[in-house]
């Protein structure tokens, strides 16, 4: 089904807590699935309201008291479950843009609510914006308003008193069994302060960003279960750090032609395939590489860098810029983006079931 071309509504970012770049696949797969489980109770059929995320998931709803509902399944499912989580609540604009795969939404409120879900007091708790706040009138109980700064940026909010949007956690059963794994290198990507754009350059960033990533994809065979959208961007799977680099010089270079500003992350790592797709500790180690990137440039794992052979190594001067982290820059005569640098850094840096 074909999300409607605007649409107002609320955007609820569900953060699990406890997934790191240390999680088990074993248990990576049960939250996300557990998760998943919950977010389809609400949902239904509607596919199209559902928002993967490295870190959990998000999640479109039109009125405030489905809102409400949502989120109240969501901490009561997941208390139950013992897992930890932290959820923001926004309203807006949600505007359809493609992806790689089916549709996607370019939503501030959907950036909003994921920064609430980053706040160091969101953990077991459901922070809304003051708007949301307004809106849910005496339906449930409000804090008063504070204020939590994330990346920088302060972003106002009412946390829910009220006793069922308070997680209370039941001990956590380990997760049996083997998920599919897989040793791979990855390539992730997204937007330079793609949260600080209105929501109508968010929605032409995306719709360019999108049909940037589908052509480089396919220049390069990527299969569809190999490719997930991760809000502003996206991720890739590939064999070699050879494919990895050549993929990431492409992209880059077709992103600089559209005057897209995007950092671009390479990491070589474990991966467990969901229901949704892969996830896994690989995932959230790429993101958090490819936040040491500079505008328009690629941070790369140190060991994937040196694994490469030398002609995928020569068209780069690496400088040291830190104990652990080196910028290459492009020689002459390379055919990179413009002004574009590598970086890389050595390793170290409802109903429901609850999936076990």
């Known amino acids: ?99 790689v795969q089916d549709w996607n939404a370019a939503a501030l409120p959907l950036n909003q609510a994921a920064r609430l879900a980053f706040c160091d007091k969101a953990v077991g708790r459901v922070l809304v914006t003051p708007h949301v706040r307004q809106n849910a009138a005496a339906r449930v109980e409000f804090s008063e308003q504070r204020d939590c700064v994330v990346k920088g940026a302060p972003y106002p909010h ?54 940037i990533a589908t052509t480089a994809l396919e220049t390069f065979n990527a299969r569809r279960e190999d490719y997930s959208p991760t809000g502003d961007g996206g991720f890739a799977l590939f064999d070699t750090g050879i494919q990895a680099i050549a993929f990431a010089k492409r992209l880059g270079r077709y992103a600089v032609s559209k005057g897209i500003t995007i950092r671009i992350g390479i990491d070589h790592g474990e991966v467990a395939f969901a229901r949704r797709g892969p996830v896994g500790p690989g995932v959230l180690r790429a993101d958090k ?12 794992l140190a060991d994937v860098w040196r694994n490469l052979d030398r002609i995928s190594q020569e068209d780069w001067q690496p400088t040291e810029a830190a104990p652990d982290m080196f910028t290459l820059e492009a020689k002459t005569g390379a055919v990179t983006p413009a002004s574009a640098a590598i970086a890389f850094s050595r390793p170290g840096t409802s109903t429901f079931l609850c999936a076990l």
């Open 1 to 99: 089904m074909q999300p409607d071309l605007h649409r107002e509504g609320y955007g609820i970012f569900v953060r699990c807590c406890d997934l790191s770049s240390k999680t088990s696949a074993g248990e990576f797969v049960s939250v996300i699935d557990t998760l998943d489980g919950i977010l389809s109770g609400e949902i239904g059929e509607n596919k199209e309201d559902f928002f993967p995320s490295p870190y959990g998931g998000a999640m479109y709803r039109g009125r405030i008291d489905e809102a409400l509902k949502a989120a109240r399944a969501l901490v009561g499912g997941l208390g139950s479950c013992g897992i930890s989580a932290a959820i923001g609540i926004a309203w807006g604009l949600f505007q359809r843009t493609v992806n």
């Open 158 to 211: 009412h946390a829910i008193e009220s006793p069922d949007f308070q997680q209370r956690l039941a001990v956590r059963i380990p997760a049996p069994g083997t998920p599919r794994t897989r040793e791979t290198n990855l390539v992730l990507w997204d937007v330079v302060k793609y949260s600080a754009k209105s929501p109508d350059e968010q929605a032409d960033l995306s719709q360019s960003l999108a049909q």
């Open 289 to 300: 590489i490819s936040g040491q990137a500079p505008p328009n440039g690629i941070a790369i």
